[in-house]
T-cell receptor
Framework: SAVISQKPSRDICQRGTSLTIQCQVDSQVTMMFWYRQQPGQSLTLIATANQGSEATYESGFVIDKFPISRPNLTFSTLTVSNMSPEDSSIYLC???????????FGDGTRLSIL | GQQLNQSPQSMFIQEGEDVSMNCTSSSIFNTWLWYKQDPGEGPVLLIALYKAGELTSNGRLTAQFGITRKDSFLNISASIPSDVGIYFCAGNNFGNEKLTFGTGTRLTIIP
């Protein structure tokens, strides 16, 4: 299965700042996704990262707050903008390789906002 | 957004016991997946189910795709300490790869 690397693995940020999270895959994949996992909760889909076009956001998530890039088939970034303590979560990248294979996840980025 | 209901929410068992958990939805899915998440890591895929009524095993794990397409079950036999973690079910439909996740079942093994 595809190997997914997320950076940074964790960070502590100040209120009002922004952080960009990177997701690198070791092979070309059909689809990439970004999820949020709030403390003690399940995973919620933020958006589908589309290669060469704007991401598709789920209800409750907007581009101004979570801008996403996907310049090619192996890389995507998620930015958490103007952070507040409520944004403290684990942010996870996942990939759908295609060819009937199910989604696989990176180890996530643990974000704490002071 | 929609979530799948998992039960139980948490389990406290002794090593060697069998474990059963389930996942229910108000709508049908064409694919059911079971993931396990350890502390500090992302979810790892355990079993994928693609056909209603399908029963699939992966070592000590057995999962079933409910015949109504609205539920799935995961069983773990003879639990061992490394089974500790949070188990998530997830569903999606053909042509739409977005996953809907369950609420999770936290498994703890009592010494």
């Amino acid at each position: 299965s595809a190997v997914i690397s997320q950076k940074p693995s964790r960070d502590i940020c100040q209120r009002g700042t922004s952080l960009t999270i990177q997701c690198q895959v070791d092979s070309q994949v059909t689809m990439m996704f970004w999820y949020r996992q709030q403390p003690g909760q399940s995973l919620t889909l933020i958006a589908t990262a589309n290669q060469g076009s704007e991401a598709t956001y789920e209800s409750g998530f907007v581009i101004d707050k979570f801008p996403i890039s996907r310049p090619n088939l192996t890389f995507s970034t998620l930015t958490v903008s103007n952070m507040s303590p409520e944004d403290s979560s684990i942010y996870l990248c996942s990939v759908h390789p295609g060819g009937g294979q199910p989604q696989h996840f990176g180890d996530g980025t643990r974000l704490s906002i002071l | 957004g929609q979530q799948l209901n998992q039960s139980p929410q948490s389990m406290f068992i002794q090593e060697g016991e069998d474990v059963s958990m389930n996942c229910t939805s108000s709508s049908i899915f064409n694919t059911w997946l079971w993931y396990k998440q350890d502390p500090g890591e992302g979810p790892v895929l355990l079993i994928a189910l693609y056909k209603a009524g399908e029963l699939t095993s992966n070592g000590r794990l057995t999962a079933q795709f409910g015949i109504t397409r609205k539920d799935s079950f995961l069983n773990i036999s003879a639990s061992i300490p490394s089974d500790v973690g949070i188990y998530f079910c997830a569903g999606n439909n053909f042509g739409n790869e977005k996953l809907t996740f369950g609420t999770g079942t936290r498994l703890t093994i009592i010494p």
